[in-house]
């Protein structure tokens, strides 16, 4: 593999997104483990060895990532590879799900993703090279309607019907404009 590709792993302190890093920085990519707990960061990227570098952030805090970005390509040189693996779940029903709970599913899976392919697809543009990976759910639309909505889950169809919010569609619409690899 080629030793020089520079990667960004969201949410890769632990689970999906460590495994995902591990497989980089096993192959000789450096990659950027990002994460918002310093300490359990800091240690996975000790366990990754010396091609993982921490990335401490947490992307809810919207306003912070340009500038982290930014910070890193600056670093970096460049970034070749983005995996947006971050995400929350939230295995509640249907029926007792609050505002303010979808409103925090929405704004780590939707918004956040959205903030950060924004500025690496910034990075990539300069660089005229890039892939953004979005991590999904394999789950289709149940009971557990915050994840599988913000997750895009299996298939789109299967929610349009079930969803006559607009909301469905920007989110549709969105996840087709930032898969850009
Ligand atoms: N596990 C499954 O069966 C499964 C199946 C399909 C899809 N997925 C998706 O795959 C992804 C990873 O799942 P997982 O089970 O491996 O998750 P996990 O073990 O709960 O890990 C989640 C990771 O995301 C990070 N994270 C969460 N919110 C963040 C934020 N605001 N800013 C920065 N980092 C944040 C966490 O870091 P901190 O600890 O520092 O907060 C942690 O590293 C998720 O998007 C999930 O929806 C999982």
């Known amino acids: 593999m080629n030793k020089n590709l520079i990667a960004l792993v969201t949410g890769a302190n632990a689970g999906l997104g ?13 990659t950027y483990v990002n994460g918002r707990n310093k ?7 000790e366990e990754l060895g010396p091609n993982a ?13 340009p500038e982290a970005v930014a910070k890193l390509a600056e670093e970096a040189g ?16 249907f029926l007792e799900v609050t505002n303010d709970e979808f409103q925090n599913i929405l704004h ?10 924004r500025e690496v697809a910034k990075v990539m543009k300069k660089n005229n090279y890039g892939s953004i990976i979005r991590r999904i759910s394999a789950k289709p639309l149940d009971r557990r309607m915050a ?7 299996r298939s789109r169809r299967e929610c349009m019907p079930s969803m006559s919010s607009c909301i469905e569609y920007l989110l549709v619409l ?4 930032i898969v850009i690899s």
Request: net charge neutral; hydrophobic share 45%; charged share 25%.
């Open 39 to 45: 300490e359990k960061t800091l240690q996975a990227c």
């Open 108 to 117: 780590t899976n939707v918004l956040a993703l959205f903030a950060v392919s």
């Open 18 to 30: 460590f495994a995902t890093a591990k497989k980089f920085c096993d192959n000789g990519i450096t």
């Open 53 to 65: 570098k921490p990335f401490i952030l947490d992307l809810n805090n919207l306003d912070e990532i």
């Open 174 to 177: 969105l996840s087709e404009a």
């Open 147 to 153: 994840l599988t909505i913000s997750k895009f889950s």
């Open 78 to 93: 460049k970034i070749d590879i983005l995996v947006n693996n971050a995400g929350i779940n939230m295995k509640k029903e």
